[in-house]
């Protein structure tokens, strides 16, 4: 049983020190250096010269040699050796055989000296090992030969290792798509997606939901073929059967889009230079076109003169009757150009920028991608699902086509219109709003400022809206160019400060590192999202409206978080109820944002005080923060994150309790996306009864709202930390009771419990 320790053939790969650490080394290669090391050498002293028979040929230099100072004495090459293998070589041919050179052992002595040297350097130069040679008595070869021998030595052994890691690795995997592989076929039909077992009560209601969406797309569909004679009815087409959605895949949207509604390139870009006059004439016009309200300061269109100047005929045959909701607003942002014009091209960036409005956003296809960095002439087709912060106001669904041009060096133009042809053909149970050409005119200012004038021009399909709303919907301030315009504002400032890096001690105290302020301001910006996508009545949730034992109209919505480490594992509820306060906005954010009064409203604080301990500033106005406090009782201690939003439309807190050791690491600079964090919350609207200030007051909300605030108040909770487990009554009870009392207590504090 001979063992071969020649080296591998010359198109190996070269050796590479896995180990640029000696300690590191020497410390995995005693592991395995009683186990496979002494075999090694005790294999060549029993087979003597034919353990090596074969180790003249290819590359002699690397030749790999295990020793060690524990395996013994161990045999080294000299030049001499290979001298004698060649010629062995030479003369084999012509059966002479000559007396082979034994092979030299190291002494002990010796192997303590190379150990010693390898210890401080695993790659000798060749001063070391002449010196080294000289001091034991050995041929420089034979140094070498010995160090190269053992890093060979230990590569082998971290390679075994890291392959072990990788098999048990493997076989976890393996285990883990065979049990989801087992799931997904007891689950659901290989060919068309649908439920294997039949109806029955174990249904989940959202996955029911699913399914009905789900058959009503596929109708959609085929209606849509029907119509432009593609497919005759009964026909196969590619969306039959989802087997069969490989061909459907491979079509561009675009094709899809221009074969199925008969829309032209060339159509397309006629309509979005059409709306871009448009939409310049609308930003920079004035009277008459744009009346100023004197009750209100707001700017009102004069539909008559519009329709004059723009040629609009009545669409009014053969349609629902729609509401037409004109707005524009003018600001200035902190933001640079290229920047926000990339905010506007990118979905995810503009879902990002404005998360209070938009629910969901898609780009549908692209039909030019336009030109430079800032893609000018680009030209877009996008859906955006529209929302308000409370579930008691349905989405609007919108497609449209968006256009980015240039008009100047120093004005940019981002052009939304709807397409007739499109509407025309989709279910009007999909399209309840419609956009005329709207859009912005991005002006570009000194010092990464920027001059944005906002033109929002929809036309909705008439819905009903719950009273308390009625008044701020009907108006067009929820989601018109006002809100689009203060969010813009909010966004950029907050963009600003989180660059910012030399912020005033006054607005950023608690936190001693910018790597730490940073950090925070991530986890409450991802909090801060959460919050909105979970309170609005987007298609993400499913409203279920239950009635508290106090009267209050409370919408409850449960999810599953399965995997997501940025959420709580488990069960998670959420319960949303809206009111109708007489204060104003700013005073009742102000209350709400209040550590010093948070005992008056938050059952959990149990009536005990809470500090602060960081506070950041995240905008110019002072209501803009983001605070980290103590909760203290007499069983134990909560930190809590805080994130406090206000700008001329709205002004939102959104709260999450965190783990106090996590969060003292993200205070420090850490990561903080595997922070898990359930915000609550709540959102402050006007009622949108507006009037003449009542007072002279520095704060710009109490000049222009002097009504009402309408409160959204959102708790979520985790019911059970199994995904499995379906919501209980118990669970729904308590929350609803949370509710309740969290309702009553900011009702009595604010003294408005008749409101």
Request: aromatic share 6%.
């Amino acid at each position: 049983m001979g063992v071969d320790m020649s080296n591998p053939p010359p198109n190996s790969h070269p050796t590479k020190d896995f180990f640029p650490s000696p300690a590191l080394s020497l410390s995995l290669a005693g592991i395995f250096r009683g186990a496979e090391a002494r075999p090694a050498a005790d294999a060549e002293a029993e087979e003597g010269e034919e353990g090596s028979v074969g180790g003249g040929r290819g590359r002699r230099e690397e030749t790999v040699e295990i020793s060690s100072e524990n395996s013994g004495p161990a045999r080294s090459r000299s030049d001499d050796d290979f001298n004698m293998e060649d010629e062995d070589e030479e003369d084999g041919d012509k059966g002479k055989k000559k007396k082979r050179k034994k092979y030299h052992r190291h002494t002990a002595e010796q192997i303590r000296e190379m150990e010693t040297l390898f210890k401080e350097s695993p790659h000798p130069d060749e001063k070391q090992r002449q010196q080294l040679s000289k001091q034991l008595g050995l041929h420089p070869r034979q140094v070498k030969f010995w160090f190269q021998n053992r890093r060979t030595q230990i590569k082998a052994i971290q390679e075994r290792h890291e392959n072990s890691l990788l098999k048990t690795e493997i076989e976890k995997l393996k285990e883990e798509s065979k049990s989801l592989r087992e799931t997904v076929q007891k689950a659901s039909c290989p060919n068309c997606g649908f439920a294997t077992t039949g109806r029955d009560a174990t249904v989940a209601p959202e996955d029911q939901q699913l399914r009905i969406e789900n058959a009503r797309l596929k109708a959609e569909v085929e209606k849509l073929r029907m119509i432009v004679g593609k497919y005759p009815p009964g026909t196969a087409s590619p969306s039959g059967s989802c087997s069969a959605g490989n061909d459907q895949e491979n079509r561009s949207s675009l094709d899809f889009y221009t074969g199925v509604f008969g829309i032209e390139k060339s159509k397309i870009m006629d309509i979005v230079n059409q709306a871009l006059e448009e939409l310049k004439k609308m930003a920079t016009a004035g009277d008459p076109l744009w009346v100023k309200s004197v009750e209100t300061g707001r700017e009102i269109l004069n539909y008559d003169e519009y329709m004059r100047e723009f040629s609009i005929e009545s669409s009014s045959s053969g349609r629902p009757k729609r509401s037409i909701e004109a707005s524009r607003d003018c600001g200035v942002v902190f933001v640079d150009l290229p920047r926000l014009v990339q905010s506007f091209m990118d979905v995810n960036q503009w879902k990002e920028m404005f998360p209070y409005l938009i629910s969901k956003a898609a780009t549908v296809d692209v039909v030019c991608n336009g030109e430079g960095a800032n893609r000018n002439g680009a030209v877009q087709l996008m859906f955006a699902e529209l929302q308000m912060l409370t579930p008691m106001v349905p989405t609007r669904e919108v497609y449209f086509v968006r256009y980015c041009k240039q008009l100047n060096p120093e004005q940019w133009a981002i052009v939304d219109v709807s397409i007739d042809k499109v509407e025309d053909n989709i279910d009007a149970s999909l399209v309840k709003c419609r956009k005329r050409p709207s859009g912005c005119i991005i002006e570009d200012k000194s010092n990464g400022h920027c001059k944005v004038t906002w033109v929002e021009h929809l036309e909705c399909q008439k819905s009903t809206v719950h009273s308390m709303y009625r008044t701020i919907v009907n108006s067009g301030l929820a989601f018109g160019a006002r809100h689009w315009m203060a969010t813009l504002q909010l966004q950029c400032e907050r963009l600003v400060f989180f660059m910012a890096t030399n912020v005033p001690t006054k607005d950023s105290n608690g936190v001693a590192t910018l790597a730490g302020r940073k950090s925070i301001l991530k986890l409450a910006q991802r909090m801060t999202w959460s919050f909105c996508r979970a309170v609005g009545a987007s298609s993400f949730n499913t409203w279920t409206k239950v009635t508290s034992k106090t009267g209050e109209d409370i919408r409850v919505a449960s999810r599953k978080n399965l995997n997501d480490p940025g959420e709580p594992i488990g069960v998670i509820l959420c319960a949303v109820s809206s009111v109708w306060l007489p204060v104003s906005p700013s005073m009742l954010f102000d209350f709400l944002r209040d550590d010093a009064r948070r005992h008056e409203w938050d059952i959990m604080a149990n009536g005990g005080q809470v500090q602060s301990i960081a506070n950041l500033a995240k905008g110019q106005d002072r209501g803009n923060t983001v605070m980290i406090q103590t909760m203290k009782s007499k069983e134990s201690s909560m930190w809590i994150v805080q994130d406090c939003s206000t700008n001329a439309y709205e002004s939102m807190v959104v709260y999450a309790h965190v783990d106090i050791p996590g969060m003292q690491s993200v205070m420090t600079g850490c990561d903080s996306s595997s922070i898990a964090v359930l915000p609550s919350g709540f959102s402050i609207l006007p009622d949108g009864l507006e009037s003449r200030p009542l007072v002279i007051s520095s704060r710009q909300e109490e000049k222009s709202t002097e009504g009402g605030s309408l409160l959204t108040v959102a708790l979520q909770i985790v019911t059970n930390t199994s995904p499995t487990v379906k919501p209980t009554m118990e669970s729904l009870e308590s929350i609803n009771t949370l509710i309740s009392c969290t309702l009553r207590n900011i009702k009595t504090s604010l003294q408005c419990e008749d409101g």
